[in-house]
């Protein structure tokens, strides 16, 4: 059993920063991937970006130049930079963990979500 903690979430005016942060723990025998999705009211949940255990990073293109993913492999945490915060970043952000057990299975594992509102 895997258990993502998050944390982080807020209330930030537009243009504002905020710094996600996403710890993994129990049994796993080595991440592969580390990201955060996010869910806007009414639409689907989309990835806002990756980082594999090779640091190759992938960002939704919305976010590119404004959010920056970074990953602690000692402590099996992920963060999210966010800056310059919109409206339109508003929604439940989610962290998302890709690891294999010791018996070779592949599984992915959910956090249970932080919200993040930009409002004036």
């Known amino acids: 059993q895997v258990q993502l903690v998050e944390s982080g979430g807020g209330l930030v005016q537009p243009g504002g920063s905020l710094r996600l942060s996403c710890a993994a723990s129990?049994?796993?025998?080595?991440?592969?991937?580390m990201g955060w999705y996010r869910q806007a009211p009414g639409k689907q949940r989309e990835l806002v970006a990756v980082m594999n255990d090779d640091g190759k990073t992938n960002y939704v293109d919305s976010v590119k130049g404004r959010f920056t993913i970074s990953r602690d492999n000692a402590k099996n945490t992920v963060y999210l930079q966010m800056n310059r915060l919109s409206p339109e970043d508003t929604a439940v952000y989610y962290c998302s963990v890709n690891y294999y057990r010791n018996d070779g299975g592949n599984f992915d594992s959910w956090g249970q979500g932080t919200k993040v509102t930009v409002s004036a």
């Open positions: 129990g049994s796993m025998f080595s991440i592969i991937d």
